[in-house]
């Protein structure tokens, strides 16, 4: 088994994390937010600091992140 989604987080670029985060802070991440983060370290050539397929499927699947969020019934 891989890493967890918080291990994976304390790998990561606080501010950015932040920025990515910021007012969505009391949910669960999303995977659209760790995707941000994926192409950042992509376009920085730190293509190691990104989970691998298998880390994802266990984050979601375990509930540690959302692949989405339910839209609020009016």
């Not at 985060?21 to 009391?26: L, T, V």
């Not at 190691?48 to 397929?53: A, I, V």
């Not at 298998?54 to 984050?59: F, I, N, P, S, V």
Request: hydrophobic share 40%.
């Amino acid at each position: 088994m891989g890493r967890t989604y918080q291990e994976w987080l304390n790998t990561q670029d606080p501010a950015f994390v932040a920025k990515v985060r910021a007012g969505d802070e009391n949910n669960k991440p999303l995977l659209n937010q760790i995707n941000w983060i994926w192409v950042a370290n992509m376009m920085a050539q730190k293509s190691e600091l990104n989970p691998t397929s298998a880390e994802l499927l266990d984050w979601v699947t375990s509930g540690q992140i959302e692949a989405m969020r339910e839209r609020e019934k009016k």
